[in-house]
């Protein structure tokens, strides 16, 4: 059975997240701000690993496959109709995009940071939403 105390957490800590990025990060000074640059980064490191979480935790939980690759934990998630096949595509792009921010230091393209700062938090919404749908 699915841990509702520790989904929750993980969702929250999301919410959290997203939250955070959307009052306090100034796209305009990612690029010239080394601070803003690594809140920014790591913030949303925090939301896309939590993502990561709750969406192995369900994997887990009802038995949907064994994922070799974190961006698997969202297909997974999709055949068994947790989520729909846009929102699939775009989380997996995101656990890719989390492995660079966490192992590609300076190869971090600031192009795509900005992309997802000012376009693709809703992706993260829309999981949330998605799980807490099915809980």
Do not use: C
Not at 74 to 87: P, Y
Not at 113 to 128: M, P, T
């Amino acid at each position: 059975m699915t841990d509702p105390a520790l989904i929750a957490k993980k969702l929250a800590a999301i919410e959290t997240a997203l939250a955070d990025l959307r009052r306090l990060a100034q796209p305009h000074a990612v690029r010239t701000d080394l601070l803003q640059r690594r809140f920014v980064e790591h913030t949303l490191q925090i939301a896309i690993q939590s993502a990561l979480d709750v969406a192995s935790h369900v994997v887990s939980e009802h038995r949907l496959g064994e994922p070799r690759t974190n961006r698997e934990l969202f297909l997974l998630l999709a055949q068994a109709g947790w989520l729909h096949a846009e929102l699939r595509d775009a989380l997996a792009r995101m656990a890719g995009f989390r492995n660079v921010l966490v192992h590609g230091y300076d190869d971090v393209d600031l192009n795509v940071v900005l992309d997802v700062l000012q376009h693709r938090l809703v992706d993260l919404d829309s999981f949330v939403a998605a799980i807490r749908a099915r809980l």
